[in-house]
């Protein structure tokens, strides 16, 4: 079956400093891919994502990759924030199944 | 403007108590979900509505029935509770990607469940 692994956390990071979170995916198909993110005490919100292969998602100086060769989807940011301390998410989605997969999230401190 | 909402955002009851999780989505998605999510943050699908119809059903005990009278509305009951039962509960809705394939989904902000 599918499913997405994740690097455990939580990951503590200086402010500035650059930032990776593994993700890996096993699929039958050809999913798409999503890095939601969770902020203290609200739901999760879609950060990003890639469709297919090659693609690159972007949004609020993150980036990930959608890496057919290597199914990953690894999560960077050059220069991290405080306000970036949260939960990330990984998750794939195949276009014939309703339910998206998540990995297990990491979180993230950013020390000032 | 919200998306998804639901209601009550924080819930405290003693075990073996009836509740209900009111979720609505005005994004006119076909496909209603609920989550639940534990202290280690680690999220597990409970249900998946779309158009009204059950079309998800995971391991969840039968004192969970989700119910949705249209399909803007997915709502929760859960009988006899337990301590077990704690956690945040999110609602979320989907939309298939056009052209792509895959769904991506909108959450609402939680209920967070406390069993006394």
């Known amino acids: 079956g599918n499913s997405v692994t994740q690097m455990e956390g939580p990951v503590t990071l200086s402010e500035e400093a650059f930032l990776t979170i593994n993700c890996t995916y096993t699929a039958t198909g050809y999913p798409s891919l999503f890095w939601y993110v969770q902020y203290p005490g609200e739901g999760l919100q879609l950060l990003l994502k890639a469709t297919k292969a090659d693609d690159k998602g972007s949004n609020k100086g993150f980036e990930a990759t959608y890496r057919k060769e290597t199914t990953s989807f690894h999560l960077e940011k050059g220069s991290v924030q405080v306000s970036d301390s949260a939960v990330y998410f990984c998750a794939l989605s195949e276009n014939r199944d309703d339910k998206i997969i998540f990995g297990k999230g990491t979180r993230l401190h950013i020390l000032p | 403007d919200t998306a998804v909402s639901q209601t009550p955002k924080y819930l405290v009851t003693q075990m073996g108590n009836d509740k209900s999780i009111k979720c609505e989505q005005n994004l006119g998605h076909d496909t209603m979900y609920w989550y639940k999510q534990d202290s280690k943050k680690f999220l597990k699908i409970m249900f998946s509505?779309?158009?009204?119809?059950?079309?998800i059903n995971e391991t969840v005990p039968n004192r969970f029935s989700p119910k949705s009278p249209d399909k803007a509305h997915l709502n929760l009951h859960i009988n006899s509770l337990e301590l077990g039962d704690s956690a945040v509960y999110f609602c979320?809705?989907?939309?298939?990607?056009?052209?792509?394939?895959?769904?991506?989904?909108?959450f609402g902000p939680g209920t967070r469940l406390t069993v006394t």
């Open positions: 979320a809705s989907s939309q298939l990607l056009s052209g792509t394939g895959g769904y991506e989904q909108y």
């Open positions: 509505y779309n158009n009204k119809e059950l079309i």
